[in-house]
């Protein structure tokens, strides 16, 4: 397995847009999927292939990926949308999850 | 509506072997579409991926864990298993059993809710 990196944590205030990077070296080649968990829960999945939303996740959260890098945007981030959110890929001999980024919205 | 649940011993003593099932109901383990995996959590930490198993048997292990980790799979009973040998303090996790979906991403749609596995004497 390859390793993702992340950003350990990312601050923004109410309404403004947050962003969190996830870089791997296979990114070009393989999808990124990004889980939000909050305390005490199972991780929930908010972008798979790398852009698409599952239904029910709200419209603000989107996924981008361009060369070695993938992005979650939230575009007006709430104060719900406070929590660890982690990027996750694959290859030919298993799974990774990024190092996680810890949300803060205040 | 799908769901996973883990069972097994809440404490394991260092050096003895974690055991672990997941129950899966609401669907059937046999599938061709998914893929059965195990991953685990150290108390305020990051996300580790374990292993997974397709109902044929076929495994994908985590290469720092390959060594000490089992993963098998009943279908007659619709469960999946964990054995993950020579536990040490740092194996001291929430561990969670989730379901993959078996396109090329295999990422995870479902989840259990977890359960803690603390490893003292």
């Known amino acids: 397995s390859y390793e993702l990196t992340q950003p350990p944590s990312v601050s923004v205030s109410p309404g403004q847009t947050a962003r969190i990077t996830c870089s791997g070296d296979?990114?070009?080649?393989?999808?990124a999927y990004w889980y939000q968990q909050k305390s005490g829960q199972a991780p929930v999945l908010v972008i798979y292939e790398d852009s698409k939303r599952p239904s029910g996740i709200p419209e603000r959260f989107s996924g981008s990926s361009s060369g070695t890098m993938a992005t979650l945007t939230i575009s007006g981030a709430q104060v719900e949308d406070e929590a660890d959110y982690y990027c996750?890929?694959?290859?030919?001999?298993?799974?990774?999850f990024g190092g996680g980024t810890k949300l803060t919205v205040l | 509506q799908l769901q996973l649940q883990e069972s097994g011993p809440g404490l394991v003593k260092p050096s003895e072997t974690l055991s672990l099932t997941c129950t899966v109901s609401g669907g059937s383990i046999s599938s061709s579409s998914y893929y059965w995996g195990w991953i685990r959590q150290p108390p305020g930490k990051g996300l580790e991926w374990i292993g997974s198993i397709y109902y044929s048997g076929s495994t994908y292990y985590n290469p720092s864990l390959k060594s000490r980790v089992t993963i098998s799979v009943d279908t007659s009973k619709n469960q999946f298993s964990l054995k993950l040998s020579s536990v040490t303090a740092a194996d001291t996790a929430v561990y969670y059993c989730?379901?993959?979906?078996?396109?090329?991403?295999?990422?995870?749609?479902?989840w259990g809710q977890g359960t803690l596995v603390t490893v003292s004497s």
């Open positions: 296979a990114l070009p080649k393989k999808y």
């Open positions: 996750y890929s694959t290859d030919s001999s298993g799974s990774v």
């Open positions: 989730a379901r993959h979906k078996a396109v090329a991403g295999r990422y995870i749609d479902y």
